[in-house]
Nanobody, 124 residues
Framework: QEQLVESGGGLVQPGGSLRLSCAAS????????MGWFRQAPGKEREFVAA????????NYADSVKGRFTISRDLAKNMMSLQMNSLKPEETAVYYC?????????????????WGQGTQVTVSL
């Protein structure tokens, strides 16, 4: 069974950093585009970042450009999101997702596989 599992969430102070990881199992997602999303309480799920199957191209939401970095390790079937200079308003559950179109990294929720999410809390 295909599965995406996020890890690395937690509590961090404003201005701090966290690194999220997404481990894929059950199938090789190496030929899929992948992305990160987040959903704060009472808000819609929103796009954060995406990466093509080979890591050659990336796309970021304007709000995280210059602070977040998405990457992937095809050999390990994993994807990461390095988050720096975190803000309290970025408190949310963060989800990883996989899209069968290997080159599609525009924003949008049309992903085929989703993880269960990991909580990120930015607070003093």
């Amino acid at each position: 069974q295909e599965q995406l599992v996020e890890s690395g969430g937690g509590l961090v102070q404003p201005g701090g950093s966290l690194r999220l990881s997404c481990a894929a199992s059950g199938r090789t997602f190496g030929s899929y585009a992948m992305g990160w999303f987040r959903q704060a309480p009472g808000k819609e799920r929103e796009f954060v970042a995406a990466i093509t199957w080979n890591g050659a191209s990336t796309n970021y939401a304007d709000s995280v450009k210059g602070r977040f970095t998405i990457s992937r390790d095809l050999a390990k079937n994993m994807m990461s999101l390095q988050m720096n200079s975190l803000k309290p308003e970025e408190t949310a559950v963060y989800y990883c997702a996989a899209r069968t179109n290997p080159w599609r990294i525009v924003g949008g929720l049309d992903y085929d596989y989703w993880g269960q999410g990991t909580q990120v809390t930015v607070s003093l």
